[in-house]
């Protein structure tokens, strides 16, 4: 008979790649988490402020590129999946 086990994990959690992600795992997590939302709907507001200018068809470009770059950090950000409990991440399993 074979069981299905999870995979043994030395740790749960990777390796963080940058310092924010490091922070966002850390005791201030929700402070910090607040304080980059806050600049991540500031430089929204700034480029599509920008973006209202008469801008180069380049320029403008570049500011779409920077535009979707914010939004899709602003919704990681909201997701939160640093502070998901392991189980919810999809641990694999292998058998046995």
């Known amino acids: 008979m074979k069981l299905l086990l999870p995979d043994p ?24 988490q607040e304080q980059t939302q806050v600049q991540l709907k500031d430089l929204e507001s700034r480029v ?15 500011l779409e590129v920077l535009l979707d770059a914010c939004l899709s950090a ?6 939160d999946p640093l502070r998901r409990p392991q189980s919810a991440m999809g641990a694999s399993v292998r058998l046995a």
Do not use: K
């Open 74 to 79: 602003q919704e990681v950000l909201v997701q």
């Open 9 to 32: 994990m030395a740790d749960p959690r990777p390796v963080a790649l940058s310092p924010l992600e490091e922070g966002l795992r850390g005791p201030d997590a929700a402070a910090l």
């Open 48 to 62: 599509r402020s920008c973006m209202a200018t008469q801008v180069l068809p380049e320029r403008y470009r570049a």
